[in-house]
């Protein structure tokens, strides 16, 4: 069964009604988990029987599986399948990321092309079909997935990190400073607390394009603006600067 990661408090199964009803119903609650994990349908012991706490601290209980549980996963499978109006994206992409939870790169990334030939606009669609393939090296691919997923959700501060951080990492060939550059501008306006950190990232985009000299100016702000209590990264920056002259 495919694995689903708890990600609500459990969903409370009358004794009268069968699990895959309430399955039915708990589809729709499905919709409104914005960016969490996959979901486990558990029920709920009756009241006062709930020895450990667990459902009161809002924690799935470790009861025995309810009959029919084992099906959860076949269920979510059919209603991605849709009905007369075509496949539930919701649903599909749920699947995509249980999918891409078991490692099963391949079955992932089509879930994900599922979801977005229904709702091109599913923009966490596209960030998680990129983590996917930078996972399996596929680097440059990745890039151009994660700049779809900024274009459609660019104040999303996730999906803009993502973006820099795989542009600067060790091994990455791809010619995408341009494309790094942007994220920090749109992350510098969205997530000030952090701008120092920004600010370092653009002179290292800079630094990798051959801009020495401009690379000094952020830097310089970044040291500025770098919390007294980050001393490794304030040390990491002056290094930086002392290693940069103005005639390289």
């Given at each position: 069964m495919l694995p689903i990661v708890s990600s609500i408090q459990p969903l409370r199964s009358d004794d009268n009604e069968p699990l895959m009803s309430t399955l039915s119903r708990?589809?729709?609650?499905?919709?409104?988990?914005?960016?969490?994990?996959?979901v486990i349908v558990a029920c709920a012991p009756p009241p006062g029987d709930d020895p450990s706490g667990q459902v009161a601290s809002g924690?799935?209980?470790?009861?025995?599986?309810?009959?029919?549980?084992?099906?959860?996963?076949e269920r979510l499978e059919a209603l991605a399948r849709g009905g007369t109006d075509g496949p539930d994206p919701d649903i599909t992409f749920l699947l995509g990321r249980s999918l891409a939870g078991a490692n099963n790169s391949d079955a992932a990334l089509e879930k994900f092309r599922e979801t977005v030939k229904?709702?091109?606009?599913?923009?966490?669609?596209?960030?998680?079909a990129a983590k996917v393939l930078r996972r399996r090296g596929d680097s440059e691919a990745a890039v151009e997935l994660l700049n779809r997923a900024c274009q459609l959700a660019p104040d999303e501060i996730r999906y803009n990190r993502e973006l820099v951080e795989l542009v600067l990492s060790d091994g990455y060939v791809g010619d995408d400073e341009e494309v790094g550059l942007a994220a920090c501008d749109r992350l510098m306006v969205n997530d000030e607390e952090n701008a120092w950190q920004y600010l370092k990232w653009i002179a290292e985009l800079y630094i990798r394009r051959g801009f020495i000299r401009e690379a000094r100016d952020p830097l310089q702000k970044a040291l500025n603006l770098v919390p007294r209590d980050r001393a490794t990264d304030r040390m990491e920056i002056e290094r930086c600067l002392a290693s940069l002259t103005t005639d390289q």
């Open positions: 708990f589809v729709f609650r499905l919709k409104s988990v914005a960016a969490g994990g996959l924690q799935v209980p470790s009861y025995p599986r309810a009959p029919g549980t084992e099906r959860v996963a229904r709702e091109p606009r599913f923009h966490e669609a596209f960030f998680e």
